[in-house]
Every structure is written in structure tokens, then in C-alpha cells.
């Protein structure tokens, strides 16, 4: 079986702030992770993966995600805080073996100007 | 740029009612989803399809159906409506994992009130 925790229901950060939103995921085989964004109103939209290489992957509106295996965290970070950044975020898992992708709890950040 | 569409954003129906929301992708994709998004518990697969007329059932497929007649459509029912399947459902679409390409997109989403 597979999971994904976002152990944070809502992460507040000053403008110009560095944020992190946390993630933790289980899986038996390879992980395949994700993290998505959705802004008030809209779809989910993508925003990065780690499939395999390095640990530090880029995506876009410039965040980025740290793989840590022994950790097994995958979680989304950015340098410099926008007001615009302000919107839920999921992290999503799949286990190599699998069809299907799982998604977590969210996490609802808010950047304050 | 992938396009997922459905075909309502706000949908109310009465408890018992035959539900139905569609989905239509535009960019060729063999994959589609359904899920259903509830505060606090994020984001539940409901069914999802791999190729026309093929089916696997998600985490939460109680109370639903699915069908997919054409490759861009995928349709979900609720055969009867009740008020627990009051909630946000969205629809995506991605390339099979074959492909290397694990993206999904979304569509909009539907808000489904059942009273």
C-alpha cells in the first residue's frame, strides 16, 4: 500500500519569507512524488515530480522539492515568498508498481504581505 | 496546452436523482481519473481508465460508475444520489506511466450539492 502525509493543515509565512510545506510519503518500491497547487476556484496544476536522479528537483513558479529516502520526505520549498503563492497544496505518491496515485490531506498556505 | 473540460462547474440534484458528470480531454491521453475533493481529506480516487471501455475501481468506488464510450469522454454516475456525495469532483487525464510522462491534468472541477 501506499500513503502521504502533509502533517500541516495550513502554513502561514511573511512576503519575502522562505516557505516550506511538508510532506512524507510510504510506498514498498520505488517512489514516483509529486506536488500539485490549486488556486481558489480552479483545477490542480502541476507543479513538480522526483522520479529518479537528484534529490533536488525544480518546477515551476520557482519552487522546488528535496527527495530525502532515508527520511522518506519529499518536501516543497521556496526561497522568496509571493502573496500570489498563497493557495493549497497536495503532494502526491505513486508507488512504481502501481496504477494509481495517491494523494494527501493538503496543506493551505497563506503568504502574509 | 492540455484542455480538461466538464460540463458543469455547479451541479444540485435531489436525493435519488441519476447523476451525471462528464469529462472530455482534448490532448489524445490514455489515462483518466475521477476524484472527489473534501476539506480535509484531500483528494480521493474514485475510478479511473487506462483505455476505451477499460475500468479499475479507486479507493472510494461505493455508490458510483463510470463509462467510457470514446477515448477523450469519461463519464461518471451516480446511480442515486444521496447527500454524502455532496462535494468538489474533479476530472484528469495523463499519459500512460509507459511514457515516462506522470502528470495528470486537471479539469476545473464540479460542485455537486445533492439535497
Known amino acids: 500500500a501506499q500513503s502521504v502525509a502533509q502533517p500541516e493543515d495550513q502554513v502561514n509565512v511573511a512576503e519575502g519569507n522562505p516557505l516550506t510545506v511538508k510532506c512524507t510519503y510510504s510506498?514498498?518500491?520505488?517512489?514516483?512524488l509529486f506536488w500539485y497547487v490549486q488556486y481558489p476556484n480552479r483545477g490542480l496544476q502541476f507543479l513538480l515530480k522526483y522520479i529518479t536522479g537528484d534529490n533536488l528537483v525544480k518546477g515551476s513558479y520557482g519552487f522546488e522539492a528535496e527527495f530525502n529516502k532515508s527520511q522518506t520526505s519529499f518536501h516543497l520549498k521556496k526561497p522568496s515568498a509571493l502573496v500570489s503563492d498563497s493557495a493549497l497544496y497536495f503532494c502526491?505518491?505513486?508507488?512504481?508498481?502501481?496504477?494509481?496515485?495517491?494523494f494527501g490531506t493538503g496543506t493551505k498556505l497563506q503568504v502574509i504581505p | 496546452d492540455v484542455k480538461v473540460t466538464q460540463s458543469s462547474r455547479y451541479l444540485v440534484k435531489r436525493t435519488g436523482e441519476k447523476v451525471f458528470l462528464e469529462c472530455v480531454q482534448d490532448m489524445d491521453h490514455e489515462n483518466m481519473f475521477w476524484y472527489r475533493q473534501d476539506p480535509g481529506l484531500g483528494l480521493r480516487l474514485i475510478y479511473f481508465s487506462y483505455d476505451v471501455k477499460m475500468k479499475e475501481k479507486g479507493d472510494i468506488p461505493e455508490g458510483y460508475s463510470v463509462s467510457r464510450e470514446k477515448k477523450e469522454r469519461f463519464s461518471l454516475i451516480l446511480e442515486s444520489a444521496s447527500t454524502n456525495q455532496t462535494s468538489m469532483y474533479l476530472c484528469?487525464?495523463?499519459?500512460?506511466?509507459?511514457?515516462?510522462?506522470?502528470?495528470?491534468?486537471f479539469g476545473p472541477g464540479t460542485r455537486l450539492t445533492v439535497t
Open positions: 502526491a505518491v505513486r508507488d512504481g508498481g502501481y496504477q494509481k496515485v495517491t
Open positions: 510506498v514498498s518500491g520505488n517512489p514516483y
Open positions: 484528469a487525464s495523463s499519459l500512460p506511466w509507459s511514457s515516462g510522462s506522470y502528470e495528470q491534468y
